[in-house]
């Protein structure tokens, strides 16, 4: 059986733009410091990673489909310099008002994921900045690694709306070496 973790992107691997939740362009795209290089560790120690992005800036139309394109090579990029990768990138582009079951905290997204690795989600961890992604999680069952590295970050874990069983961690590097942890009790 694979390991795979499903990484949120804004947040929790990259730094967001200004005061919006999501980034519109390539040059926006700036990695937060060591989230590619835990990624790039969890590779290395045979793990695939997945990527679950929010993008209701697609559905607004703030940015078309090559922008999120662009910006997604430039993560390849530099984690591909690292000898990382994403093995794939799984985005909603609804709005609030779309009312889809794969906008968080809605589990669609995540559930697509499982279905298309043939995993059961109890057996695939979830690493986010956001409580609401992470709820997503919880509704399907996933181990839940909250990172406060994203805009919730101002928040400690107790003030937000964690799922139970939610383990909190630093950053995203730190999350990554719990995962690698817990896989060597396992063996």
């Known amino acids: 059986m694979i390991k795979l973790a499903i990484f949120d992107r804004d947040g929790t691997v990259n730094a967001l733009a200004d005061a919006e939740d999501f980034i519109t362009s390539p040059e926006q795209w700036v990695p937060l410091p060591g989230a590619l290089q835990a990624i790039a560790r969890l590779n290395h120690a045979g793990w695939r990673v997945v990527l679950a992005t929010y993008q209701p800036g697609l559905g607004r139309g703030l940015f078309d489909v090559t922008t999120l394109n662009?910006?997604?090579?430039?993560?390849?990029?530099?984690?591909?310099?690292?000898?990382?990768?994403?093995?794939?990138i799984f985005y909603c582009p609804h709005t609030v008002g779309d009312a889809c079951?794969?906008?968080?905290?809605?589990?669609?997204?995540?559930?697509?994921?499982?279905?298309?690795?043939?995993?059961?989600?109890?057996?695939?961890?979830?690493?986010?900045?956001?409580?609401?992604q992470l709820q997503a999680g919880a509704a399907i069952g996933m181990p839940l690694h909250w990172v406060g590295s994203g805009p919730e970050a101002d928040n400690t874990p107790?003030?937000?709306?964690?799922?139970?069983?939610?383990?909190?961690?630093?950053?995203?590097?730190?999350?990554?070496?719990?995962?690698?942890?817990?896989?060597?009790?396992?063996?």
Do not use: F, W
Request: proline share 7%; glycine share 6%; aromatic share 2%.
């Open 101 to 132: 079951n794969c906008r968080k905290p809605g589990p669609g997204l995540l559930e697509q994921i499982c279905e298309r690795y043939r995993l059961d989600p109890h057996s695939v961890p979830m690493i986010s900045s956001c409580a609401a």
């Open 70 to 88: 662009a910006i997604h090579a430039c993560l390849h990029k530099q984690l591909a310099a690292l000898g990382g990768r994403i093995d794939a």
């Open 158 to 187: 107790l003030t937000l709306p964690l799922p139970a069983g939610t383990r909190c961690h630093a950053d995203a590097a730190a999350a990554v070496t719990q995962l690698l942890a817990d896989s060597e009790t396992q063996l």
